[in-house]
């Protein structure tokens, strides 16, 4: 197989993207059911996952090849500290603490890092672009989901440093597609976004818990039960996320 990075990557990762997007709990996000306790827990597991991610990016941002990936204007761990004093109060900082699959997630990008740093790349993608795509229709379901005053608890989704997402994305991907990599790297990188996937999934199995506990169990399997295994039509033909509208 060939390619560049950038098809190589939307291509071998489009199941694992519509995976996610049927993931229970996003699911339950996507019909506009966010629960205020779930919801800060995954942004308190995503602040250590995107600390770890950040804090290895800038320690590369002089490596021969991830310095041209170098795009601090995506760094979310700003935003995220926004987000959990909003949902958490001024103790934020002593009230979260990393959970299990947090904890993996986390210690992966710190072993690659090491290992075999090119390998970040994968985790960039697959959050950054992520956020930039489907992440702002999740910023609209929040704000209405959990009835937020203008402007508070969605730092998250709000990249004040970059002008027109889509227009960055594509930069982004000319980036991607601009690294020179042999095959067997493209292949590694690949097979490292598609954990990074998963290593997601594994996030959102854990918050559902809480989302269970707040909505009962009835609404939840009512919720999820009708979706299971299909596409949504955005997973197949990956187009315009403002034009977005939850199915029934
Ligand atoms: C609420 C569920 C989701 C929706 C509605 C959604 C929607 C979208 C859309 C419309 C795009 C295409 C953007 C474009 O072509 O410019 C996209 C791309 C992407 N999404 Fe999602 N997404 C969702 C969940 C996720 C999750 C959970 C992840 C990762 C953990 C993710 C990662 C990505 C990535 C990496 C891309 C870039 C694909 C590429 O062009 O290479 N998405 N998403």
Known sequence: MSGKLATRLREGTKQSHSLAENADFIQCFLKGVVEKTSYRQLLGNFY???TALEEQLTQHQNHPLLSQLY????????????DLSYYWGPQWQTAITPSDATQRYVDRI??????DPILLVAHSYTRYLGDLSGGQLLKKLAQRGMSLPQGQGIAFYEFDDIQTPKTFKATYRQSLDSLHLDEATI?????????????NMELFKEVEGNLIQAIGQMIFSHLTRSRRNRQTPWSTELGDPTALQPQD
């Open 110 to 115: 710190n072993d690659i890092a090491i290992a």
């Open 48 to 50: 250590f996952v995107y």
């Open 187 to 199: 292949t590694r990188i690949v097979d490292e976004a598609n954990l990074a996937f998963k290593l």
């Open 71 to 82: 795009f601090p204007e995506l760094y979310r761990q700003q935003s995220l500290a926004t």
